[in-house]
């Protein structure tokens, strides 16, 4: 009997893209884990660490200050959503968790500005604005190295997903799990669930907590080293494969006592498809006689079901 552990997660640079075994590592490790490991993914270093930086003098302002950028109405689609909002779906326990939303910038009268809103950016940090823009668009950057690697394994022309992800409403949250210095109760850092998005890309997770579920139910830790890329897939790209690539619940638990006084703190990048495309099975990924697990729905659609779910809209 093989033991499973996170060992099996498939951990692979992006430089081995073009190498025989590269497509099917990383392919296969999304089909059974719905995750998997990358380093030199082209984000720079200094770039990490600056934007790092930035979030936690963000987080460190006052609450009253941090409030400025609660945009009402939003769904927290943009800047601050407040400790002890987000809650897992099904879930009645909020999350032990704070962060920032950071948007695609649209040009004036672009079609989709209608449903993705303008920026919010906090004038008490110096080079927020910068650095977030910055590491927005490597982080599209990389996201669209990793789709294309996808459409391989997938065997389709491997520029199909750029279509589908152009001005996508891909969000970039900076999250702040703040000290446990009291009982937590029911309550954990983020409770488990699917990520709604195509894939996520998430730097910072080499502070333990990150763990994934297995499809035999159990829960194994993820642990990148510093710097290197965690992907895992969304809820959009499973109902495209026809569940083909996993959407795998993962959630972060409490630290251990020795950390519990240390915050922890992590930068996701939701990528989605535009507003308008339409997530509807790929044929190849459905058998033959047999009709797709979903029925057809536009990316915009989908995220607002979903938002309500986690009560964020």
Known sequence: MTTITSDNVASVSLADADKPGFHKELGDSFVDYGFAIIRDHGIPQELIDRAEAKSKEYFALPQDVKRKYVLEGSGGARGMTLFGIETAKGATAHDLKEFYHVGRELPEGHPFSDVMLPNVWPEEVEGFKETFLELYDAFDEAGAKVLTAIAKYLEIDIDWFLDSVRDGNSVMRLLHYPPQDEPTGNHIRAGAHEDINTITLLLGAEEAGLQLQTKQGEWLDVSPKPGELVINIGDMLQRLTNGKLRSTSHR??????????????????????????????????????????????????????RLKEIKLA
Request: hydrophobic share 35%.
């Open 252 to 305: 972060v638990i409490n630290p251990a006592p020795d950390r519990a006084s240390k915050a922890r703190y992590s930068m996701p990048f939701f990528l989605h498809f535009r507003p308008d495309f339409e997530i509807e099975a790929l044929e190849n990924c459905v058998a033959e006689g047999e009709e797709p697990k979903w029925p057809p729905i536009s990316s915009h659609e989908y995220l607002l079901e």
